[in-house]
Protein backbone atom coordinates (compact mmCIF):
# COMPACT_ATOMS: atom_id res chain seq x y z
CA UNK A 1 0.00 0.00 0.00
CA UNK A 2 1.07 3.37 -0.91
CA UNK A 3 1.80 6.51 1.30
CA UNK A 4 -0.95 7.98 0.11
CA UNK A 5 -3.39 5.18 0.33
CA UNK A 6 -2.57 4.21 3.76
CA UNK A 7 -2.81 8.39 4.74
CA UNK A 8 -6.46 7.82 3.12
CA UNK A 9 -7.70 4.35 4.99
CA UNK A 10 -6.49 5.74 8.15
CA UNK A 11 -8.46 9.29 7.57
CA UNK A 12 -11.17 7.01 6.62
CA UNK A 13 -11.43 5.02 9.67
CA UNK A 14 -10.53 7.91 11.85
CA UNK A 15 -13.54 9.45 10.53
CA UNK A 16 -15.42 6.49 11.20
CA UNK A 17 -14.66 5.89 14.59
CA UNK A 18 -15.00 9.44 15.47
CA UNK A 19 -18.66 9.10 13.97
CA UNK A 20 -19.45 5.86 16.48
CA UNK A 21 -18.21 7.49 19.37
CA UNK A 22 -20.59 10.86 18.91
CA UNK A 23 -23.46 8.48 18.67
CA UNK A 24 -22.30 6.52 22.28
CA UNK A 25 -22.73 9.78 23.87
CA UNK A 26 -26.60 10.94 23.22
CA UNK A 27 -27.05 8.86 27.14
CA UNK A 28 -25.42 11.06 28.67
CA UNK A 29 -25.82 14.46 26.28
CA UNK A 30 -25.48 17.76 27.35
CA UNK A 31 -27.50 18.59 24.27
CA UNK A 32 -30.41 16.39 25.76
CA UNK A 33 -30.22 17.77 29.12
CA UNK A 34 -30.98 21.17 27.73
CA UNK A 35 -33.60 20.82 26.15
CA UNK A 36 -37.21 21.76 28.42
CA UNK A 37 -39.39 18.05 29.07
CA UNK A 38 -42.22 19.75 26.74
CA UNK A 39 -40.04 20.05 23.56
CA UNK A 40 -38.14 17.03 24.15
CA UNK A 41 -41.62 14.81 24.94
CA UNK A 42 -42.49 16.49 21.33
CA UNK A 43 -38.86 15.31 19.91
CA UNK A 44 -39.74 12.07 20.76
CA UNK A 45 -42.93 11.43 19.56
CA UNK A 46 -41.82 10.24 15.72
CA UNK A 47 -38.22 10.21 16.69
CA UNK A 48 -35.50 8.64 19.05
CA UNK A 49 -34.09 11.28 21.48
CA UNK A 50 -30.75 10.94 20.76
CA UNK A 51 -31.07 11.58 16.73
CA UNK A 52 -31.03 15.22 16.55
CA UNK A 53 -27.34 14.94 18.11
CA UNK A 54 -26.60 12.45 15.96
CA UNK A 55 -27.59 13.53 12.73
CA UNK A 56 -25.47 17.15 13.46
CA UNK A 57 -22.92 14.89 14.53
CA UNK A 58 -22.85 13.37 11.17
CA UNK A 59 -23.77 16.84 9.40
CA UNK A 60 -19.92 18.45 10.84
CA UNK A 61 -18.60 14.88 9.83
CA UNK A 62 -19.79 15.08 6.00
CA UNK A 63 -18.56 18.77 5.49
CA UNK A 64 -15.16 17.70 6.88
CA UNK A 65 -14.81 14.79 4.45
CA UNK A 66 -16.69 16.46 1.36
CA UNK A 67 -14.43 19.85 1.95
CA UNK A 68 -11.24 17.90 2.38
CA UNK A 69 -12.31 15.26 -0.78
CA UNK A 70 -12.44 18.81 -2.74
CA UNK A 71 -8.75 19.52 -2.58
CA UNK A 72 -6.89 16.61 -0.99
CA UNK A 73 -8.85 13.64 -1.73
CA UNK A 74 -9.86 12.62 1.35
CA UNK A 75 -6.64 12.45 2.98
CA UNK A 76 -5.78 14.26 6.12
CA UNK A 77 -3.80 17.91 6.07
CA UNK A 78 -0.87 18.21 7.86
CA UNK A 79 0.05 21.11 10.53
CA UNK A 80 1.63 22.73 7.22
CA UNK A 81 -0.91 22.66 4.98
CA UNK A 82 -3.62 24.06 7.33
CA UNK A 83 -1.35 27.21 8.15
CA UNK A 84 0.05 27.92 4.78
CA UNK A 85 -1.30 31.22 3.44
CA UNK A 86 -3.65 30.56 0.60
CA UNK A 87 -5.19 34.27 -0.23
CA UNK A 88 -5.77 37.72 1.11
CA UNK A 89 -9.16 38.83 1.76
CA UNK A 90 -11.03 42.33 0.81
CA UNK A 91 -8.65 44.31 3.52
CA UNK A 92 -5.49 42.72 2.97
CA UNK A 93 -5.91 39.89 5.71
CA UNK A 94 -4.11 36.72 5.09
CA UNK A 95 -6.66 33.95 5.24
CA UNK A 96 -4.94 30.73 5.91
CA UNK A 97 -6.36 27.33 3.94
CA UNK A 98 -7.47 25.88 7.45
CA UNK A 99 -9.95 29.40 7.30
CA UNK A 100 -10.86 29.00 3.46
CA UNK A 101 -11.39 25.16 3.89
CA UNK A 102 -13.40 25.74 7.44
CA UNK A 103 -15.70 28.57 5.70
CA UNK A 104 -16.61 25.90 3.01
CA UNK A 105 -17.22 23.55 5.57
CA UNK A 106 -19.43 25.87 7.43
CA UNK A 107 -21.72 26.24 4.38
CA UNK A 108 -21.95 22.64 3.34
CA UNK A 109 -22.48 21.60 7.56
CA UNK A 110 -25.45 24.41 7.83
CA UNK A 111 -26.75 23.15 4.69
CA UNK A 112 -27.22 19.56 6.17
CA UNK A 113 -27.97 21.02 9.82
CA UNK A 114 -30.84 23.06 8.29
CA UNK A 115 -32.23 19.84 6.91
CA UNK A 116 -31.62 17.83 10.04
CA UNK A 117 -33.67 20.41 12.27
CA UNK A 118 -36.84 20.77 9.63
CA UNK A 119 -37.25 17.10 10.56
CA UNK A 120 -35.99 16.93 13.90
CA UNK A 121 -36.58 20.47 16.01
CA UNK A 122 -39.85 21.09 16.98
CA UNK A 123 -39.60 24.68 17.66
CA UNK A 124 -38.49 27.88 15.99
CA UNK A 125 -34.73 28.18 15.12
CA UNK A 126 -32.27 30.46 13.61
CA UNK A 127 -29.51 29.91 11.50
CA UNK A 128 -26.78 32.74 11.11
CA UNK A 129 -28.60 35.13 12.76
CA UNK A 130 -26.29 38.30 13.76
CA UNK A 131 -27.64 40.21 17.23
CA UNK A 132 -26.63 43.36 18.43
CA UNK A 133 -25.82 42.69 22.39
CA UNK A 134 -25.85 45.15 24.99
CA UNK A 135 -24.33 43.52 27.69
CA UNK A 136 -24.74 46.79 30.29
CA UNK A 137 -28.64 47.47 29.50
CA UNK A 138 -28.87 43.01 29.46
CA UNK A 139 -30.85 43.58 25.77
CA UNK A 140 -30.30 42.00 23.01
CA UNK A 141 -31.94 42.29 19.38
CA UNK A 142 -31.69 40.91 15.86
CA UNK A 143 -30.36 42.11 13.24
CA UNK A 144 -31.85 41.51 9.49
CA UNK A 145 -29.74 39.50 6.74
CA UNK A 146 -30.92 42.35 4.44
CA UNK A 147 -29.23 45.06 6.50
CA UNK A 148 -26.31 42.96 7.32
CA UNK A 149 -25.45 42.07 3.88
CA UNK A 150 -25.95 46.04 3.11
CA UNK A 151 -23.54 46.86 5.57
CA UNK A 152 -21.25 44.69 4.24
CA UNK A 153 -21.73 45.94 1.02
CA UNK A 154 -21.02 49.62 1.86
CA UNK A 155 -17.71 48.81 3.72
CA UNK A 156 -19.57 50.14 6.82
CA UNK A 157 -18.50 46.86 9.00
CA UNK A 158 -17.76 49.21 11.92
CA UNK A 159 -21.45 48.89 12.68
CA UNK A 160 -21.64 45.47 12.95
CA UNK A 161 -18.84 45.85 16.12
CA UNK A 162 -19.98 43.84 19.16
CA UNK A 163 -22.44 41.89 17.03
CA UNK A 164 -22.69 37.93 17.73
CA UNK A 165 -23.82 35.55 14.89
CA UNK A 166 -23.62 31.86 16.03
CA UNK A 167 -23.97 29.19 13.30
CA UNK A 168 -27.58 27.55 15.28
CA UNK A 169 -29.91 29.00 17.31
CA UNK A 170 -32.76 27.16 18.82
CA UNK A 171 -35.74 28.47 20.55
CA UNK A 172 -38.06 27.04 22.64
CA UNK A 173 -40.66 29.22 21.21
CA UNK A 174 -41.64 32.38 19.43
CA UNK A 175 -39.29 34.17 20.91
CA UNK A 176 -36.30 34.49 19.14
CA UNK A 177 -34.53 36.61 21.20
CA UNK A 178 -34.09 33.84 23.32
CA UNK A 179 -31.75 30.57 23.17
CA UNK A 180 -32.41 27.37 24.51
CA UNK A 181 -29.47 25.90 22.75
CA UNK A 182 -26.96 27.84 20.82
CA UNK A 183 -24.39 25.91 18.54
CA UNK A 184 -21.18 26.33 16.49
CA UNK A 185 -19.63 24.00 14.10
CA UNK A 186 -16.15 23.94 14.52
CA UNK A 187 -13.67 22.25 12.22
CA UNK A 188 -9.97 22.38 13.83
CA UNK A 189 -7.26 22.40 11.33
CA UNK A 190 -4.96 20.08 11.90
CA UNK A 191 -7.82 17.36 12.65
CA UNK A 192 -5.75 16.62 15.50
CA UNK A 193 -6.56 20.06 17.04
CA UNK A 194 -9.42 20.50 19.67
CA UNK A 195 -11.90 22.25 18.46
CA UNK A 196 -12.49 25.23 21.13
CA UNK A 197 -14.56 28.46 21.20
CA UNK A 198 -12.68 31.67 19.50
CA UNK A 199 -12.13 34.48 21.96
CA UNK A 200 -12.43 37.90 21.22
CA UNK A 201 -9.12 40.22 20.89
CA UNK A 202 -8.10 43.49 22.25
CA UNK A 203 -10.54 45.59 19.43
CA UNK A 204 -13.92 43.69 20.62
CA UNK A 205 -15.86 44.88 22.93
CA UNK A 206 -15.60 41.48 25.03
CA UNK A 207 -12.09 41.65 25.26
CA UNK A 208 -10.99 38.78 27.25
CA UNK A 209 -14.21 36.79 26.83
CA UNK A 210 -14.73 34.21 24.53
CA UNK A 211 -18.03 33.13 22.06
CA UNK A 212 -19.23 30.81 24.67
CA UNK A 213 -19.53 33.52 27.69
CA UNK A 214 -21.39 35.69 24.71
CA UNK A 215 -23.17 34.15 23.70
CA UNK A 216 -24.80 32.56 27.19
CA UNK A 217 -24.62 35.98 28.78
CA UNK A 218 -26.67 37.40 25.28
CA UNK A 219 -29.09 34.67 24.46
CA UNK A 220 -29.32 32.56 27.72
CA UNK A 221 -29.45 29.06 26.53
CA UNK A 222 -26.75 26.62 26.25
CA UNK A 223 -23.60 26.92 24.24
CA UNK A 224 -22.44 23.87 22.59
CA UNK A 225 -19.74 22.81 19.86
CA UNK A 226 -20.09 20.36 17.27
CA UNK A 227 -17.21 18.95 15.26
CA UNK A 228 -16.57 15.71 13.44
CA UNK A 229 -13.69 14.88 16.04
CA UNK A 230 -15.90 14.99 19.22
CA UNK A 231 -19.64 15.51 17.52
CA UNK A 232 -21.73 17.58 19.97
CA UNK A 233 -19.79 18.60 23.18
CA UNK A 234 -19.16 21.69 25.76
CA UNK A 235 -15.37 22.08 26.27
Not at 209 to 222: D, I
Request: hydrophobic residues 40%; charged residues 25%; aromatic residues 8%.
Amino acid sequence: MDTDTAARARYAAYVAEQAAASATRAAASRLLRAIPPAILALMQQDHDEGELEKQLAACAVQAEQVGNARYFQDRPLTRQECAEVVEKDRCGNAVTRAMFLGKQKHVLALQCAEEVLRRLWPAPFSIEQRYRYYPHARMVETLSKQKEAQLIADGCTDELRGTIKPDIVLHGDRNLLKSILTLDFKFPCPASNQPQWASYGPGSPYFRSNQRTVYEAALGGKPLLISPQRGVWAP
